[in-house]
């Protein structure tokens, strides 16, 4: 190419750069950026920490709980979700309002630290980041009832815990409501019936009653409770099985014959192997799936 040529071509080239680079620009800014995901805040006991057995007597917090196994549930229903979780092992209905602090070996796996009640710093938090706020759950109450399992008659011991359940969470979930306004999703869970187990132990009787105690006491409590702070109840304990007849069977090793309901509950936690009341990976990601499933569909 003559220079005569070239110098004419390298200034139009330049001449087209500089149209193009201000409209490259301008599309640049003009492209959203994604959106910051919603905080989930998970507040509980133990099934909310994620806790599962590695023997007898023997376990720690994991990610592997219903809360974490959600974020990416959630996600394909189209909500972009970020794990906040209050939760603290051995938590109770009373405790959750009144006692300060989680004990570290307690706290949810990366769980904030807090110094005071549990539902005091959650809801401190959501009050803070109100507008952020896409999701609450909650697991509370099976602490108060586990010590019924050793009276001879657990129905009783059930029916008079279940009064002091349905005031504290009654309490809490208005409070977080309050704090957290009408849109955002509030959902309460119960838990899978695990003293049905106990007839792989052979305590039959116990495993019988233990139906009752959650189909008449502690799930109605529960979800009449949560729908004082207009929040979702989900009962996980007729989603794993419980209610089914305990005349149908199955084999399940190494349990042998053993009624369904019985085998579904060995399967989803370590009751039968560790007599441990916590729930597999399996059984935490029921939990989560039925939790996904009260979540509208976004595109």
């Known amino acids: 190419m003559s ?6 071509a390298l200034l139009a080239l330049a001449t087209s750069l500089a149209l193009t680079a201000p409209a ?5 800014k003009s492209k959203p950026k994604p959106a910051k995901p919603q905080l989930y805040v998970s507040l509980g006991d133990s099934y909310a920490t994620g806790y599962q057995a590695t023997g007898m007597r023997q376990g720690s917090n994991t990610a592997q709980g219903y809360a974490n196994q959600l974020v990416p549930l ?9 794990l906040v979780n209050f939760g603290c092992g051995g938590a109770t209905t009373t405790s959750i309002l009144r006692t300060p602090g989680c004990a570290p070996q307690a706290r949810a796996v990366g769980g904030p630290v807090y110094d005071k009640p549990q539902a005091d ?40 815990a ?30 899978p019936d695990v003293i049905l187990g106990g007839w792989v132990t052979g305590n039959q009787q ?12 502690i799930n ?27 005349d149908e069977t199955t084999t399940l090793e190494p349990y042998g014959t053993i009624p369904v309901p019985v085998a579904r509950v060995c399967e989803l936690t370590y009751y039968c192997e560790f007599q441990d009341i916590h729930a597999r990976t399996s059984g935490y990601r ?10 509208p569909r976004r595109r």
């Open 121 to 160: 710093a959650a809801i401190d938090f959501i009050r803070k980041n109100r507008k952020r706020v896409g999701l609450i759950t909650v697991s509370i109450g099976g602490n108060d009832v586990t010590a019924c399992a050793r009276e001879a008659d657990p129905v009783p011991c059930v029916a008079t």
């Open 24 to 28: 490259a620009a301008d599309a640049a």
């Open 3 to 8: 220079r005569r040529l070239r110098v004419p």
């Open 74 to 82: 959630a996600r394909a229903r189209g909500h972009r979700l970020k």
């Open 162 to 191: 279940v009064g002091g359940i349905e005031t504290n969470v009654s309490e809490l979930a208005r409070r977080l409501r309050q704090a957290a306004g009408p849109k955002v999703p509030i959902v309460g869970i119960t838990y």
């Open 286 to 295: 029921v939990i989560a799936e039925l939790i996904a499933q009260t979540l």
């Open 220 to 246: 109605p409590a529960l979800e009449k409770a949560y729908a004082a702070g207009k929040g979702t109840f989900v009962d996980v304990t007729a989603a794993t099985g419980a209610y089914g007849s305990l």
């Open 206 to 217: 116990l495993a019988q009653l233990s139906v009752v105690a959650f189909q008449q006491f």
